[in-house]
């Protein structure tokens, strides 16, 4: 038997090609959609995933601006360059790639992203409207999950799901998104007692912990759907989930890594950078 791979690529790919669509609506109004991306310092995996936004927003057609700044950037350069990219109104995304260099406070720099051009959804204002289900940006990945099970027909409501991780980007997060849409939710984390036994419940287990293949086959209920958010390197240096490759004898639904939430994250990026320009858009 084994599990239906969620290919991420297939829907990542119809959402930019809608992106896409809309952007050249915009651009015939004169409005040319455009992401300011930061980077500080010389993080190996934040370089890939930072080239992997430049080449969305060329294959939507939107402009990207790339800010990459060496690591001995202050924490008050960065909040000048910020500054300015708020007050730009030719800027209608702005994103700083975390993990940011230990001498910055991340929460004070996301706190300089104005709510309107916060395309991470990581601002307060943001985070507290997420809660209170109004209308604002949803962060990348978890927003990702769900557009990534909704578009496969993976019923939510009702369901026993399982968040592994509580990290303010990916775990907090989808698991609100998850109670938006009627599932019944448990986070686990690493003080959780018995852990294994809270996944076995789970008819739908999102795990964003960062450890290489942590859910084995025995942490998995037989038929549910695995969303893997991890992308660790295991021992022999090879990409890989947080989930196991025996989780697929056992489930119903597997997202792979690389190729599965990682696509939607950069996919639902281009479409918050799309709504921000709308929504700056003056009529
Ligand atoms: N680092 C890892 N994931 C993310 C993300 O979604 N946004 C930003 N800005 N940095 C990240």
Redesign the pocket.
């Given at each position: 038997m084994g599990a239906v791979r969620i290919e991420g690529k297939p829907i990542a790919q119809t959402i930019k090609e809608q992106v896409k669509q809309q952007v050249e609506n915009l651009q015939q109004k004169g409005v040319f959609p455009c992401l300011a991306?930061v980077l500080v310092g010389e993080n190996a995996?934040?370089k890939v995933?930072v080239g992997g936004k430049e080449k969305d927003c060329a294959e939507c057609g939107i402009r990207s601006i790339i800010h990459r700044l060496p690591e001995s950037t202050t924490e008050q350069q960065l909040l000048q360059l910020l500054a300015e990219l708020a007050e730009d109104e030719t800027v209608h995304g702005i994103?700083?790639?975390?993990?940011l260099p230990q001498h910055i406070n991340p929460q004070t720099v996301i706190e300089a992203i104005p709510p309107e051009k916060d395309v991470?959804g990581?601002t307060p204002e943001n985070v507290g409207k997420m809660l209170i289900e109004q209308d604002c940006f949803l962060?990348?990945?978890p927003a990702g999950c769900i557009e990534m099970m909704e578009r496969t027909g993976v019923e939510i409501a009702g369901k026993h799901t399982v968040v592994l991780g509580r990290s303010n980007?990916?775990g907090k997060p989808v698991a609100m998104l998850l109670l938006e849409k009627h599932a019944t939710v448990t986070i686990c984390h690493s003080k959780t007692v018995d852990l294994a036994e809270q996944c076995r419940k789970a008819d739908i287990l999102v795990s964003a912990i960062g450890k290489a293949e942590f859910v084995t086959k025995e942490m998995v209920k037989p038929d549910a759907v695995v969303i893997d958010v991890g992308i660790n390197r295991n021992e022999q240096g090879k990409l890989c989930g947080d989930v196991a490759s025996d989780v697929e004898e056992i489930a119903g639904y597997l997202t792979p890594v690389p190729g599965g939430v990682g696509l939607m994250?950069r996919a639902m990026?281009m479409k918050n950078t799309l709504l921000a320009a709308q929504r700056q858009m003056k009529s």
């Open positions: 991306v995996a934040s995933y994103l700083v790639q975390l993990p991470d990581f962060p990348c990945t980007i990916v994250t990026l």
